[in-house]
């Protein structure tokens, strides 16, 4: 199947809030955008306005207290939600706690399916900070590209762990040290692989420290499931060993070295180099599709140089800086409005560009080179989540073994699926305005759709990679192996007939309607003139997960 032949796709009709029409023609996109935040929930990003549009699936922080067995577990944070330990905080981007976000406080957060161990880390007041939420005011462009445009209510991180594991999954759709078919390769790397908390990782810095593994505690240099390396050399979405797959794409990412920048740690696209000193870095071919921030004339934020000039490739990520990335702690107020003006840049054009000028009708990459853009949070970032992830593959007795039955393929065992994370989808050919993906019926019953099998409303990571796949007529990322999230998305459907993510897309090309931000995008080329503050790129936090 390829988008790029046009063939008509039939989808089998549910009864799962918004339905299908019994067939349709997919549109074809020119080109597609992942931009990836740091660290949310839909509980948390959503939670405090329950009802913002019809069919949200949210609980919010500061309304109940959880019991269990008779014994009150937390205590929803009330009144002052954001007020976590005593600090002054000017809004709830920026507080004072961020909870631990590692595979093993995923697994307690868990609790074998009770989503009741949240509460691990406390506040100096003793409430549970990871069951609150950020205030509405403070992330309002969210909410208007929600309303606007595209909100899924189950949309899944693949994997069971922090950031440097999920951009691997969304770069390549798996964090396996090894190519398929070799000893461990159903294994996934679980936990950020360095100790140094410096940032570095990947092919240059190979050997700083033996990752933690989904399926064992062992740290023995000399077990075959820890090489003393952090440079993969499986396939991406975009390359394999021959190189791109025909298709341009860029990598936007704030500094190197970082987790937050997975080429860095495959060896396809990291191809070693060392400078007159003997020091390693990454390079060749594929390397220079890596953009990074304030290097071979980009400015703070490389995205919107390429939005500016028409240089746009056909596949993007965007990584955002720490400053506007929406982690906790080591973030401003200004992920919303970072991803905001990326939305209006792509939508009507921009300021100053002879080739992308501002238009309401007629912008390049909505009306004439169609774009679709995918807004997602790379993990659950230790804040709480009400739903379950909609397939967890793990046997309590022996974690490398997959439940007989259960996990696809033998895929995904131990360490998939993670938990829900948001995603906005934006594009000219969007279902409806606020469309929800997955609905909920209307209130007192609201019945929601069946989370836990295959369906068209269930959607992760490995969706965002199919879709693209099909879009542009690429190949599975190893081709026929099925060992990969692009193969093992939930919403293929058992039978394989319905297009990942496609309840987002209708026919027809629609307006595109602007998101209020409070930041402009020229902020963001040059943060330093535009706040006064003085500015260097960061990536990921010392935080270490």
Not at 473 to 491: E, H, R, S
Request: contains cysteine; charged residues 15%; glycine residues 10%.
């Amino acid at each position: 199947m390829s988008f790029a032949t046009r063939i008509l796709l039939l989808f089998v009709s549910v009864s799962l809030g918004a339905t299908y029409a019994a067939a349709q023609t997919l549109p074809h996109f020119s080109h597609i955008i992942i931009v990836v935040q740091e660290n949310r929930t839909p509980d948390d990003l959503f939670g405090a306005n329950l009802n913002f549009e019809s069919g949200v699936d949210l609980a919010g922080g500061g309304y109940g207290i959880f019991v269990r067995g008779g014994q009150t577990i937390y205590q929803f944070i009330q009144d002052s939600p954001r007020d976590l330990s005593g600090c002054a905080m000017n809004n709830g981007m920026t507080n004072c706690v961020d909870p631990s976000h590692s595979h093993a406080s995923w697994v307690t957060d868990y609790d074998d399916g009770n989503m009741d161990g949240f509460c691990h880390q406390t506040a100096q007041t003793g409430q549970c900070p990871q069951y609150s939420y950020v205030p509405q005011t403070d992330v309002q462009p969210y909410f208007d590209i929600a309303t606007n445009y595209g909100f899924a209510n189950y949309f899944f991180q693949t994997n069971e762990g922090p950031s440097f594991e999920a951009h691997q999954f969304l770069f390549s759709g798996t964090s396996a040290p090894v190519s398929p078919g070799q000893t461990f390769s159903q294994y996934f790397v679980a936990e950020n692989p360095f100790s140094d908390r410096n940032g570095n990782s990947g092919c240059p810095y190979s050997g700083t420290r033996i990752p933690d593994w989904a399926h064992t505690d062992a740290t023995d240099f000399t077990d075959p499931r820890h090489p003393p390396s952090e440079c993969y050399p499986h396939d991406t979405l975009v390359t394999n060993s021959s190189g791109d797959k025909g298709v341009t794409w860029g990598y936007y990412t704030p500094s190197v070295p970082a987790y937050w920048n997975a080429p860095e740690a495959l060896s396809e696209v990291c191809v070693l180099q060392y400078d007159s000193a003997g020091n390693p870095y990454c390079g060749g071919p594929e390397w220079s599709h890596v953009q990074v921030a304030d290097q071979n004339g980009h400015s703070d934020a490389p995205i919107f140089d390429d939005l500016l000039n028409c240089n746009l490739p056909a596949i993007s990520w965007v990584i955002p800086d720490r400053i506007w990335s929406d982690h906790a702690v080591s973030s401003g107020p200004y992920g919303p409005s970072f991803v905001g003006d990326i939305v209006d840049a792509v939508g009507g054009g921009m300021s100053g560009s002879t080739c992308n000028p501002p238009s309401t009708t007629n912008a390049k990459y909505w009306k004439q080179e169609p774009t679709a853009i995918f807004i997602l949070w790379d993990d659950w970032g230790g804040w709480f989540d009400h739903v379950q992830p909609w397939a967890v593959y793990r046997n309590p007795s022996d974690p490398t073994l997959c439940p007989a039955g259960s996990a696809p393929n033998g895929w995904g065992c131990g360490y998939t699926s993670g938990f829900r994370v948001p995603l906005l989808v934006v594009s000219p050919y969007f279902t409806t305005a606020g469309y929800v993906s997955g609905a909920c019926g209307a209130p007192p019953l609201h019945s929601c759709p069946n989370k836990g099998t295959n369906n068209a409303y269930v959607h992760d990571f490995g969706s965002i990679l199919a879709f693209t796949e099909q879009n542009f007529g690429l190949p599975l990322i190893d081709g026929t192996d099925k060992v990969y999230a692009d193969y093992n998305a939930p919403d293929w459907g058992t039978q394989r007939t319905n297009v990942p993510l496609s309840d987002f897309f209708g026919s027809t090309q629609q307006t595109f309607t602007p998101i209020n931000t409070l930041e402009p995008y020229s902020c963001f080329r040059d943060y330093a003139s535009c706040t006064g503050t003085p500015f260097t790129p960061t990536g990921p936090d010392d935080d270490s997960d």
